[in-house]
């Protein structure tokens, strides 16, 4: 069964930091998959953030470039977000994703996780 756990979220003030994780379980092999972290607003789309496919190339959103890192740890299952540089407009919940197609082609998603939420005060 595979599960998705993201920890890591809560509230910050703008210019801070924080580093989202996700505990991925069930995924075999876990580095084959497309990772990725989306973020849903309230009264927004769900809007990706980041993804890392299995060959470790990264793709971020334009609006997190320069501020936020995706990467992996292949032997621990674990998928990452840092974020730096937080604005209030990053409030939101974080979801962790896994698709087994590779990035430019996934699906969006095989397995999501129950989010984590992240709120930034200015």
């Known amino acids: 069964q595979v599960q998705l756990l993201e920890s890591g979220g809560g509230s910050v003030q703008a210019g801070g930091s924080l580093r989202l994780s996700c505990a991925a379980s069930?995924?075999?092999?876990?580095?084959?998959?497309?990772m990725g972290w989306f973020r849903q607003a309230p009264g927004k789309e769900r809007e990706g953030v980041a993804t890392?496919?299995?060959?470790?190339?990264?793709s971020y959103a334009d609006s997190v470039k320069g501020r936020f890192t995706i990467s992996k740890d292949n032997a621990k299952n674990n998928l990452y977000l840092q974020m730096s540089r937080l604005k209030p407009e990053d409030t939101a919940m974080y979801y962790c994703?896994?698709?087994?197609?590779?990035?430019?082609?996934?699906?969006?998603?095989?397995?999501w996780g129950r989010g984590t939420q992240v709120t930034v005060s200015s």
């Open positions: 994703a896994a698709d087994r197609r590779t990035c430019s082609v996934a699906g969006w998603g095989d397995y």
């Open positions: 890392i496919d299995s060959d470790g190339a990264t």
């Open positions: 069930g995924l075999l092999p876990f580095s084959r998959y497309c």
